[in-house]
């Protein structure tokens, strides 16, 4: 039924639902299973706030400094903050590959097989509904919400324009 799965995700709660259940849809169908994260320029603070609440190094620190000590085997040396990573841009990178790479292991261990990760820059559900388009995507399993603020909620979720404008099914998860 499914052979290509899309799961944006940007570390939130309802996002790591969401891949858990891609996760298990791509184990149970034989999907390809393509995990997206868009940068999150629009929440800077709150997703580097938020892993580094997770891993326990906030404790009062900056957030570049906390994201800084996170092991380097986590994601490359270069994209670390400190060392020689210290713009935007970087910082963002990093905190995506963690996100990914936590991603990737939930969706594995919930049966996926075949993966893959990417990262795009841009507007999120512009980004979502591109990709689901150019990969042929029969499925984007997504968050009802992210990391969100009042502006989301006026101007509307990307959860709620990717459901809208869909090239394919899209599973809200909350």
């Keep these: 039924m499914f052979k290509t799965i899309l799961a944006p995700t940007d570390g939130s709660d309802h996002a790591n639902k969401a891949v858990r259940i891609a996760g298990d849809l791509a184990g149970r169908y034989d999907a390809d299973l393509i995990l997206l994260h868009v940068l999150l320029r629009d929440h800077l603070d709150e997703g580097l706030k938020h892993y580094a609440e997770v891993e326990g190094l906030a404790e009062g620190r900056p957030l570049p400094e906390a994201i800084a000590s996170i092991p380097a085997a986590r994601f490359p040396v270069s994209m670390i903050p400190g060392n020689g990573g210290d713009t935007t841009k970087s910082m963002l990178s990093a905190v995506a590959e963690l996100i990914l790479h936590a991603s990737e292991e939930a969706a594995r261990a919930n049966g996926a097989k075949k993966l893959c990760r990417l990262i795009e820059d841009g507007d999120p559900a512009q980004r979502i509904l591109e990709r689901a388009a150019s990969e042929g995507a029969d499925l984007i ?33 909350r």
Aim: proline share 3%; hydrophobic share 45%.
């Design 141 to 173: 399993v997504m968050g009802s919400r992210g990391f969100s603020d009042l502006k989301g909620l006026i101007v509307g979720s990307v959860s709620h324009k990717v459901s809208h404008l869909a090239p394919c099914a899209v599973m809200s998860v």
